[in-house]
């Protein structure tokens, strides 16, 4: 049975989909001028972490700022870091989240297809 926080075993890749989502937002608000059409993806990546962050404890929220992306990020766009952090949380078995991260779930694949499609 599902509780109503997310398992500890998946905690980490949680945390590296926040990282990932966070990364996307920063470089889309930093890009604007250069790449106007990826600004809603971040817009959308942003409003994703935050509804991801919600579901961690005060303890694991307090960690989030040690969490890296990988250093091959750094030559992403948006639209790869999206679909990277969707990729990452397809590493988790959905019984380790609480019903709650449905939502969150289902708004990144939205955000993916939205990457990928355009």
Known sequence: MRTQAIHKQAVPVWMEVIALLTEAADLGS???GRRPEEHSLA????LVAGKAVGLLEEADRARLDNV????AAAAWSVPD????AERVLRGVSFDLLPPRASEVVIDLLDLAWEARHG
């Open 30 to 32: 930093t890009q604007i």
């Open 43 to 46: 817009l959308g990546a942003e």
């Open 68 to 71: 890296s992306v990988p250093a």
């Open 81 to 84: 870091l999206v679909v990277e």
